[in-house]
């Protein structure tokens, strides 16, 4: 049977209206635990499906945030790096010395497996790559328009860094 159709695109459905509702009078600790709950329930989805399941929905994935991405405004861009930035900044000074050395080992481990798989071609490549990152770096310091990546993290996250 397809879908029903709605008369009005502009109609607000009564089921929608009643969920916005309830989620904005909830409390932050119902909040949090229906999105734990919505965590598990896709995990124990997810636990079921078979591996081309999975592939396609991975790929489907890559798919709309490759869309979305093109058609980001340069300063819609550099505020989704910037987030990622700090997110990322944030998740390392707060995670245990254990875990960065896992993360670490993990890091390696790909670095090997990809640069194992590597044309002679690509490996120039990858070299040149390296050159110039390197040379940018070393001028970096002497930039006055605080490009360094240093100069975009909130100083308490810094902190945080150097105390490890």
Do not use: F
């Not at 390296?130 to 993290?153: C, F, H, K, M």
């Amino acid at each position: 049977m397809p879908p029903k159709k709605r008369a009005s695109l502009c109609r607000v459905d009564r089921k929608a209206k009643q969920m916005r509702e309830s989620r904005a009078a909830e409390t932050t600790e119902q909040r949090d635990a229906r999105l734990q709950q919505n965590r598990l329930r896709m995990a124990e989805l997810r636990s079921t499906e078979t591996s081309e399941e999975r592939d396609s929905r991975l790929e489907e994935q890559r798919e709309r945030t490759a869309e979305l991405r093109a058609i980001e405004t340069p300063g819609q861009h550099g505020t989704r790096l910037e987030e990622n930035r700090l997110r990322m900044a944030e998740s390392r000074a707060a995670e245990t010395s254990e875990r960065r050395s896992s993360r670490l080992d993990e890091q390696q481990q790909r670095a090997a497996a990809s640069r194992a798989a590597e044309s002679r071609e690509q490996r120039e490549n990858r070299l040149q790559n390296e050159r110039v990152q390197r040379q940018n770096s070393r001028e970096a310091p002497r930039l006055t328009y605080g490009w360094r990546r240093s100069d975009t993290i909130p100083v308490t996250i810094t902190e945080n860094i150097q105390r490890l």
